[in-house]
């Protein structure tokens, strides 16, 4: 049934942070302010990145290796 959870019956409700308005504003802030630096970063080969999908203790010795570098 739509708006309701097939799961466990109670009514969907959408946070303010999940409209759709809201997403595309969050795309595009991140299109116009973080993804330049991202680049810039890259560019110059300081752009140090963490695969953040792998168990708590693969990423925390990923960025201790990383810092371990400095």
């Known amino acids: ?3 309701v959870c ?3 019956g109670n009514g969907i409700v959408i946070r ?12 595009k802030i991140y299109h116009d302010q973080t993804q ?11 752009l140090r990145t963490v695969d ?3 168990s708590m203790d693969t990423v925390f010795e990923a960025i201790v290796a990383i810092l371990g570098d400095e």
């Open 36 to 46: 330049p630096l991202i680049d810039y970063y890259k560019k110059e080969d300081v």
């Open 52 to 54: 953040g999908t792998q």
């Open 16 to 27: 303010e942070d999940d409209k759709p308005e809201t997403v595309k504003n969050r795309l």
């Open 1 to 3: 049934v739509e708006g």
């Open 6 to 8: 097939d799961k466990c």
